[in-house]
């Protein structure tokens, strides 16, 4: 074997840490089991579950270091174990609730994303593996000190016990290291420190009535001295890069810290007293609202044109352009602008954001800001000129313009009028424009580009084409099933250019965008059938648009049309698709259908409203459509969590799923074996 590049190690060896965060975390199934319910108790097999959870992790973390698949199919297996072990806890405490979610999901990722090292970097360099794992280990010990401290847990000061448990595997991981790196003088001081925690994390267990929150401060005060004495010695065995790098070197986690990131910022502007017209929002409802706009869904708790002031409406507005675009195309755009140059991994990564090779980033780069930015000032001038006519001031008319423009464009939803467009639903011209928008935004760039192209009837791309034939038999598909099925409901008193007006709306904004026309709440069940596919649909892969994707669903219907005149191969366009493409449609269906069916699920044990709102309002957060039968001003604090962690899953998943998928794949060894034969059916 060659000699391993240095780079090549620094960039697997945060991987060998999660085995430290599984062990110290281990813990976490027995905290949830104490959740109280409701009536303020705990089931008998809770904490039974819970101890099933606990040695199912244990498994878990032996089998990581051996047998990797195993390994990962037990974590899995133990995070849903502890999930269930917060049942029936779960819709009692919306703080609890919160931390469990996103506690699982992180340790969920972590096992998932785990890559073990080659035998032969093992024995090379088995220092920066204890390394990681003492150094995780830490972070997710002040991890689970702040947790601890915050859920609402039945026998709290019994508890402490195991979170000493938690502190003291953590010192251990934290010893193993420190013996092993032979820094002489720092390694005595840190035999020292561990040594008197230890001892302190005893005395206070011992006399805990004495010493409140004694143990969450002796454990506070371990990782934090531990975190020091990792970071200053850190750098005498192992170059090490800066910390913020391991959140660049991949596309999905470009994703998902960059949209995370702006919901944090907009929560903490929408939480401002300025941003709100009377009383304050609370965190849940200003981290609702952040949400919903920088995931481009439009789905409120709160009304844009009551409840937030001018500013709060601009915060608002901003948040919805930067989650259209997406932080990393206006990074790069912006460094590209200062003439700087990333390195060529950073560049692969960008590229793969916004979805072009790395010699067109810049181009694609431009042409997305340029597109944008056009579409946008046509957009708010028209509809600044209708909503004059119809009556606004001319302040008004403008900021309602140029609001409505940018949130059609980004596919938003965000209105400020209170009813949506329901005022507009006789104004064919705003209507039209709004829809136009939607579609414009809901496409990708080089699709809308290659429009004109496919008016002449010249050669565009496959994806193109797709994109164009699937979208528009779509619309015309929705357009009718509106037509037919509300005709004579919630379309009853319009006359028919009214009603084939109305339904060309519904139909383009029902994929995605989320402004409504009419009044949704006497939705009739068929149309609801068809609404719910339509949404779960959404719109194009490249664009502002949600949902699992029309190219998605184009590949999946070939694929069963192929099979179904029993073809091998799957052609279209004199144009040979790849079967890594259709495993890569297959496994975003069936992911997008599956965290369907799990949040609807979590929706209905906690929310005490009927099923067909939670899956109309599940299929509109996830697919960032926004719109609602009534169910969102309904739901409890628990709820509002939860459709959050939808309306995040729905903007990022699909998209951080395809980039995962996407990644080269390891070199596999070419085996024979004998074929079998399964019967279907």
Same mark, same amino acid.
Request: aromatic residues 10%.
């Given at each position: 074997?060659?000699?391993?590049?240095?780079?090549?190690?620094?960039?697997?060896?945060?991987?060998?840490?999660?085995?430290?965060?599984?062990?110290?975390?281990?813990?976490?199934?027995?905290?949830?089991?104490?959740?109280?319910?409701?009536?303020?108790?705990?089931?008998?097999?809770?904490?039974?579950?819970?101890?099933?959870?606990?040695?199912?992790?244990?498994?878990?973390?032996?089998?990581?270091?051996?047998?990797?698949?195993?390994?990962?199919?037990?974590?899995?297996?133990?995070?849903?174990?502890?999930?269930?072990?917060?049942?029936?806890?779960?819709?009692?405490?919306?703080?609890?609730?919160?931390?469990?979610?996103?506690?699982?999901?992180?340790?969920?990722?972590?096992?998932?994303?785990?890559?073990?090292?080659?035998?032969?970097?093992?024995?090379?360099?088995?220092?920066?593996?204890?390394?990681?794992?003492?150094?995780?280990?830490?972070?997710?010990?002040?991890?689970?000190?702040?947790?601890?401290?915050?859920?609402?847990?039945?026998?709290?000061?019994?508890?402490?016990?195991?979170?000493?448990?938690?502190?003291?595997?953590?010192?251990?991981?934290?010893?193993?290291?420190?013996?092993?790196?032979?820094?002489?003088?720092?390694?005595?001081?840190?035999?020292?420190?561990?040594?008197?925690?230890?001892?302190?994390?005893?005395?206070?267990?011992?006399?805990?009535?004495?010493?409140?929150?004694?143990?969450?401060?002796?454990?506070?005060?371990?990782?934090?001295?531990?975190?020091?004495?990792?970071?200053?010695?850190?750098?005498?065995?192992?170059?090490?890069?800066?910390?913020?790098?391991?959140?660049?070197?991949?596309?999905?986690?470009?994703?998902?810290?960059?949209?995370?990131?702006?919901?944090?910022?907009?929560?903490?502007?929408?939480?401002?007293?300025?941003?709100?017209?009377?009383?304050?929002?609370?965190?849940?409802?200003?981290?609702?609202?952040?949400?919903?706009?920088?995931?481009?869904?439009?789905?409120?708790?709160?009304?844009?044109?009551?409840?937030?002031?001018?500013?709060?409406?601009?915060?608002?507005? $901003? /948040? *919805?352009?930067?989650? &259209?675009?997406?932080?990393?195309?206006?990074? #790069? +755009?912006?460094?590209? =602008?200062? !003439? %700087? @140059?990333?390195?060529?991994?950073?560049?692969?990564?960008?590229?793969?954001?916004?979805?072009?090779?790395?010699?067109?980033?810049?181009?694609?780069?431009?042409?997305?800001?340029?597109?944008?930015?056009?579409?946008?000032?046509?957009?708010?001038?028209?509809?600044?000129?209708?909503?004059?006519?119809?009556?606004?001031?001319?302040?008004?008319?403008?900021?309602?313009?140029?609001?409505?423009?940018?949130?059609?464009?980004?596919?938003?939803?965000?209105?400020?009028?209170?009813?949506?467009?329901?005022?507009?639903?006789?104004?064919?011209?705003?209507?039209?424009?709004?829809? $136009? /928008? *939607?579609?414009?935004? &809901?496409?990708?760039?080089?699709?809308?580009? #290659? +429009?004109?192209?496919? =008016?002449? !009837? %010249? @050669?565009?791309?496959?994806?193109?084409?797709?994109?164009?034939?699937?979208?528009?038999?779509?619309?015309?598909?929705?357009?009718?099933?509106?037509?037919?099925?509300?005709?004579?409901?919630?379309?009853?008193?319009?006359?028919?250019?009214?009603?084939?007006?109305?339904?060309?709306?519904?139909?383009?904004?029902?994929?995605?965008?989320?402004?409504?026309?009419?009044?949704?709440?006497?939705?009739?069940?068929?149309?609801?059938?068809?609404?719910?596919?339509?949404?779960?649909?959404?719109?194009?892969?490249?664009?502002?648009?949600?949902?699992?994707?029309?190219?998605?669903?184009?590949? *999946?219907?070939?694929?069963?049309?192929?099979?179904?005149?029993?073809?091998?191969?799957?052609?279209?366009?004199?144009?040979?698709?790849?079967?890594?493409?259709?495993?890569?449609?297959?496994?975003?269906?069936?992911?997008?259908?599956?965290?369907?069916?799990?949040?609807?699920?979590?929706?209905?044990?906690?929310?005490?409203?009927?099923?067909?709102?939670?899956?109309?309002?599940?299929?509109?957060?996830?697919?960032?459509?926004?719109?609602?039968?009534?169910?969102?001003?309904?739901?409890?604090?628990?709820?509002?969590?939860?459709?959050?962690?939808?309306?995040?899953?729905?903007?990022?998943?699909?998209?951080?799923?395809?980039?995962?998928?996407?990644?080269?794949?390891?070199?596999?060894?070419?085996?024979?074996?004998?074929?079998?034969?399964?019967?279907?059916?």
């Amino acid at each position: 074997m060659g000699m391993i590049p240095k780079k090549q190690i620094l960039t697997r060896k945060p991987n060998t840490g999660v085995r430290g965060a599984l062990l110290t975390g281990v813990i976490l199934p027995v905290l949830f089991a104490f959740v109280p319910d409701s009536a303020g108790v705990v089931a008998s097999w809770r904490p039974e579950l819970a101890f099933c959870g606990v040695a199912v992790l244990v498994l878990s973390f032996g089998f990581l270091g051996r047998w990797v698949i195993y390994g990962k199919l037990l974590g899995i297996i133990g995070c849903i174990l502890t999930y269930l072990t917060l049942f029936p806890g779960l819709g009692f405490d919306p703080t609890s609730t919160l931390i469990a979610t996103v506690s699982i999901l992180w340790i969920a990722w972590l096992i998932y994303d785990y890559q073990p090292v080659g035998q032969m970097l093992k024995k090379k360099d088995r220092l920066n593996q204890l390394h990681e794992r003492s150094l995780w280990a830490m972070r997710s010990l002040l991890l689970l000190v702040a947790g601890f401290h915050l859920m609402e847990l039945k026998n709290k000061s019994e508890l402490e016990l195991l979170l000493s448990l938690s502190a003291s595997i953590a010192l251990v991981l934290f010893a193993h290291w420190v013996v092993n790196a032979k820094h002489g003088r720092s390694r005595f001081i840190s035999l020292t420190f561990i040594f008197f925690f230890l001892i302190g994390l005893w005395y206070v267990q011992q006399w805990g009535n004495q010493q409140k929150n004694g143990v969450e401060l002796c454990s506070l005060g371990i990782g934090f001295t531990s975190l020091y004495f990792i970071q200053k010695n850190f750098g005498k065995h192992e170059d090490r890069s800066h910390w913020w790098d391991a959140f660049f070197d991949n596309p999905a986690r470009v994703m998902v810290t960059t949209f995370l990131a702006m919901c944090l910022v907009g929560t903490v502007l929408l939480s401002l007293p300025v941003a709100s017209s009377e009383s304050r929002l609370s965190v849940i409802d200003a981290s609702f609202t952040a949400v919903s706009a920088v995931c481009v869904t439009g789905l409120i708790v709160r009304d844009s044109a009551t409840d937030f002031s001018l500013v709060g409406q601009g915060f608002i507005l $901003l /948040l *919805i352009q930067l989650g &259209g675009l997406g932080i990393m195309s206006i990074a #790069s +755009f912006a460094v590209h =602008l200062m !003439g %700087k @140059r990333f390195s060529l991994q950073r560049e692969r990564v960008f590229a793969e954001v916004v979805q072009s090779e790395r010699s067109e980033m810049r181009a694609s780069l431009l042409l997305i800001f340029k597109l944008t930015f056009i579409v946008e000032l046509i957009g708010a001038v028209l509809l600044s000129l209708l909503f004059y006519n119809s009556g606004d001031a001319p302040g008004q008319a403008i900021w309602r313009g140029l609001f409505t423009a940018i949130s059609g464009f980004c596919n938003a939803g965000f209105a400020l009028q209170s009813e949506s467009l329901i005022p507009y639903q006789c104004n064919a011209a705003v209507l039209h424009i709004v829809a $136009l /928008l *939607i579609i414009i935004g &809901g496409m990708a760039p080089i699709a809308v580009v #290659s +429009f004109p192209k496919l =008016l002449r !009837g %010249k @050669r565009i791309s496959v994806e193109a084409k797709i994109v164009w034939i699937t979208s528009a038999c779509l619309l015309a598909v929705g357009m009718i099933a509106w037509v037919v099925l509300e005709g004579n409901g919630l379309f009853a008193n319009m006359s028919l250019s009214g009603k084939l007006q109305n339904a060309w709306f519904q139909s383009v904004t029902l994929r995605t965008a989320g402004f409504n026309s009419v009044d949704l709440t006497h939705l009739s069940d068929p149309m609801f059938l068809f609404s719910i596919i339509l949404m779960f649909i959404g719109g194009s892969p490249g664009g502002t648009a949600g949902g699992v994707k029309t190219t998605t669903i184009a590949i *999946i219907a070939m694929t069963f049309w192929m099979r179904a005149r029993n073809r091998k191969e799957l052609i279209f366009s004199s144009r040979l698709i790849q079967p890594d493409i259709i495993y890569q449609a297959i496994t975003i269906f069936v992911a997008g259908l599956l965290l369907w069916v799990a949040l609807l699920l979590m929706l209905d044990v906690t929310q005490d409203i009927p099923m067909r709102l939670l899956a109309f309002e599940t299929t509109s957060a996830l697919g960032t459509v926004g719109l609602t039968l009534g169910a969102t001003p309904l739901l409890d604090e628990i709820g509002k969590i939860l459709i959050i962690l939808a309306m995040f899953a729905g903007r990022i998943g699909p998209l951080t799923l395809f980039m995962l998928l996407s990644e080269p794949s390891k070199p596999e060894v070419s085996l024979q074996f004998p074929n079998t034969n399964i019967h279907i059916g």
